[in-house]
């Protein structure tokens, strides 16, 4: 069903279910740094560096495909809709620093429910370091 919006806030999520399985129902982005204090002599901070900035992605939403379920593996790499307009892709946005190239998501948890009164659910949390390629990967056994 399409909606009608008045105003300039955004409604709702690009469809994206062919990325991760689900048909998302919401995304979050949490995004942190690292922090070092420097102390004078009296034990006042005085100074700070922030560093190691990075964003965790967490998604959820019901199964798209029943055969198929969750399309994603732990370690996989995550790709987010881009369309212009309506972006989920937003990973370099509000952090310091400048990505190399094919920096992306990496899944780090995965999460499957099943009920006898609901539609079948997951959730996913990726995390995404822009220092860390993520187009490369090598499988240790």
Same mark, same amino acid.
Do not use: Q, W
């Given at each position: 069903?399409?909606?009608?919006?008045? +105003?300039?806030?955004?409604? +709702? #999520?690009?469809?994206? !279910?062919?990325?991760?399985?689900?048909?998302?129902?919401? @995304?979050?982005?949490?995004?942190?740094?690292?922090? /070092?204090?420097?102390?004078?002599? @009296?034990?006042?901070? @005085?100074? @700070?560096?922030?560093?190691?900035?990075?964003?965790?992605?967490?998604?959820?939403?019901?199964?798209?495909?029943? /055969? $198929?379920?969750?399309? *994603? /593996? #732990?370690?996989?790499?995550?790709? #987010?809709?881009?369309?212009?307009?309506?972006?989920?892709? *937003?990973?370099?946005?509000?952090?310091?620093?400048?990505?190399?190239?094919?920096?992306? *998501?990496?899944?780090?948890?995965? !999460? #499957?429910?099943?009920?006898?009164?609901?539609?079948?659910?997951?959730? *996913? $949390?990726?995390?995404?370091?822009?220092?860390?390629?993520?187009? /490369?990967?090598?499988?240790?056994?």
């Amino acid at each position: 069903m399409s909606a009608t919006i008045h +105003g300039a806030s955004r409604f +709702g #999520l690009t469809d994206d !279910s062919s990325a991760s399985g689900l048909i998302l129902g919401n @995304v979050s982005y949490n995004k942190s740094a690292e922090t /070092a204090f420097v102390k004078n002599h @009296v034990g006042n901070d @005085v100074g @700070v560096s922030m560093y190691n900035d990075s964003v965790e992605v967490t998604c959820d939403g019901v199964v798209a495909v029943k /055969a $198929t379920g969750i399309t *994603l /593996a #732990l370690a996989d790499a995550l790709t #987010l809709a881009n369309t212009a307009t309506d972006s989920l892709d *937003l990973l370099d946005d509000n952090i310091f620093t400048t990505s190399v190239a094919n920096a992306g *998501l990496i899944v780090s948890a995965l !999460s #499957l429910t099943r009920s006898n009164t609901e539609f079948e659910t997951g959730s *996913l $949390t990726a995390l995404y370091r822009p220092l860390i390629a993520n187009n /490369a990967s090598t499988t240790v056994s």
